[in-house]
């Protein structure tokens, strides 16, 4: 079946610092991926998505890229700030629209 | 827009007792509404997939006497926990999606049962 596989947190970064989390993943056939944010006492947030091999989802200064050869679906940011401090959740969906989530990765950014 | 929300937050109830948890999308109307299950430390789990009007999906190993979900409206979705014991304590996390394929969540309702 499908599985998604990400770092274990939490993370913990300085203002300003560069920010990877690193997601790789399993399924059968050609899955999109998607990167969602939790903050405090929030739903979960869609961040980015791609939907094919190569592309790459951006949103709010994150990045991500679909990487089918190495199966992998990395966040980065270059710049982290205090407001991002949350947990990501690396996700995938196969047929019928389900997602299968990652465990989440908790990210605190200090000042 | 695209706010969904959950009643209550927090629960806490007696072994053998039934909790009911509402899942509710305020500015769209919700085709399909599905539910998870999240244990500290770990994935979020679907438990079902349920569509306006008709009979829930459930993924394999959920227990649908145990998990009643009903989903009368295109705004309104319930779970209800029957003879809850403390293994059924956990967080539960309800998702909405119109007629994209997008999923918008609800801030989770967490479960505690003594």
């Known amino acids: 079946g499908n599985s998604v596989t990400q770092m274990e947190g939490p993370v913990t970064l300085s203002e300003e610092a560069f920010l990877t989390i690193n997601c790789t993943y399993t399924?059968?056939?050609?899955?999109?991926l998607f990167w969602y944010v939790q903050y405090p006492g929030e739903g979960l947030q869609l961040l980015l998505k791609a939907t094919k091999a190569d592309d790459k989802g951006s949103n709010k200064g994150f990045e991500a890229t679909y990487r089918k050869e190495t199966t992998s679906f990395h966040l980065e940011k270059g710049s982290v700030q205090v407001s991002d401090s949350a947990v990501y959740f690396c996700a995938l969906t196969g047929g019928g629209n389900k997602l299968t989530f990652g465990t989440g990765t908790q990210l605190k950014v200090e000042l | 827009g695209a706010v969904v929300s959950q009643h209550p937050s927090w629960v806490i109830c007696k072994s053998g007792t039934s909790v009911k948890i509402e899942c509710r999308s305020l500015d769209f109307q919700a085709t399909t509404m599905f539910w998870y299950r999240q244990f500290p430390k770990q994935s979020l789990m679907l438990m079902a997939t349920?569509?306006?009007?008709?009979?829930?999906?459930?993924e394999q190993g959920v227990e649908k006497d145990k998990f009643l979900i009903n989903h009368a409206s295109l705004t309104l979705s319930t779970l209800t926990v029957t003879s809850a014991h403390p293994e059924d304590s956990s967080f539960y996390i309800c998702?909405?999606?119109?007629?994209?394929?997008?999923?918008?969540f609800g801030p989770g309702t967490r479960l505690t049962v003594l």
């Open positions: 399924a059968t056939g050609y899955p999109s």
């Open positions: 349920s569509n306006e009007g008709s009979k829930a999906t459930y």
């Open positions: 998702s909405a999606r119109d007629w994209g394929d997008e999923q918008f």
